[in-house]
């Protein structure tokens, strides 16, 4: 299902303290057209180098399809929705007036924040055109002071030609998670920001999609084995699926399930040394948007 979203790009709104609003992408934007469906609280923002400035693709999907390659994303990384962003255009816009997509808002960080979340990039292009996907922070009073949240970014070159993430990460469906701790000399403003670009040449496009963007306070130094900001039932189900397994061989575990997390102590075997562990911090919730 191929949802699309076209809303006017307006002013970001003010940054809530530590919070990413709707960055789990459940709510859908009430005033989008019937036929779309916009992520409620983001800022489209159109590639400033695409001829065509009023077409940005950032839509909430289910599912999809890739277009002339033979990868999907099946599923949200959790949820019922995630956010699709596309180099490609709407379907009176021709593909190649696309440069890319993008789309933000403000939130305040401290130092100590962990953001959390997961993304998939899928490309319907080919060696040595590298289009790429990733997350960034900018500062909100200085546009030139901006990085890449480190373990967002992939292209081209990372998944190969007509490819996506599943080729990298097939247990986890494609999903590739990602953690990233501001430091105390980092707190203040941003816009984060998520994106697609074309690197070269906008005929074939991209796609980078993202889900269960988060900040957490005081994440647990074990047990949080699927990243929800809290050591409880649902970690332990991991840990049970994948008990005395050995890390070292994909034919003793459980591929719906990332071994490697589960062996907290990194001995290579989820046994009762990691449970251990995650029992340390049992049933401890930590604050999250």
């Known amino acids: 299902m191929f949802i699309r979203c076209f809303i006017i790009c307006a002013v970001v709104q003010s940054a809530v303290f ?11 934007d009430p005033n989008s057209p019937p036929y779309l469906v916009a992520p409620l609280h983001w800022t489209r923002v159109p590639h400033p180098q695409s ?4 077409d940005c693709y950032a839509s909430l999907h289910t599912d999809f399809d890739s277009p002339n390659s033979g990868w999907r994303i ?3 990384q959790e949820g019922q929705y995630f956010v699709l962003l596309s180099t490609g255009g709407f379907d009176n816009v021709d593909d190649r007036n696309v440069k890319g997509a993008a789309i ?3 939130v305040f960080l ?3 924040d962990i953001i959390m979340g997961s993304y998939f990039f899928g490309t319907t292009d080919y060696r040595p055109f590298f289009d790429f996907g990733r997350i960034t922070l900018e500062r909100t009073d200085d546009p030139n002071n901006w990085f890449v949240i480190p373990g967002t970014y992939c292209d081209v070159a990372d998944v190969d030609s007509y490819q996506s993430t599943h080729y990298i990460s097939p247990e986890t469906n494609g999903w590739i998670s990602f953690t990233y701790a501001i430091e105390p000399n980092q707190a203040g403003s941003y816009f984060i920001k998520c994106e697609v670009i074309d690197f070269s040449d ?4 991209s796609f980078y999609a993202v889900d269960n963007l988060r900040v957490c306070y005081g994440v647990p130094l074990y047990g949080d084995l699927n990243s929800d ?8 189900t991991i840990l049970s699926n994948l008990w005395l397994a050995d890390c070292t061989d994909p ?3 459980d591929p719906n399930f990332v071994c490697a997390r589960a062996d907290i102590n990194l001995d290579n075997v989820v046994d009762p040394n990691d449970l251990i562990l995650m029992s340390e911090y049992w049933l401890t919730n930590y604050k999250a948007d």
């Open 18 to 28: 530590g919070v990413i609003q709707n960055g789990r992408f459940e709510v859908a």
């Open 51 to 54: 001829n065509y400035l009023d």
């Open 74 to 76: 099946s599923h949200p």
């Open 104 to 106: 933000s808002q403000e």
């Open 110 to 112: 401290s130092g100590g």
């Open 202 to 205: 906008t005929i074939y496009p």
């Open 229 to 236: 900001c809290a050591v409880d039932l649902g970690d332990f």
């Open 251 to 253: 034919n003793t575990y």
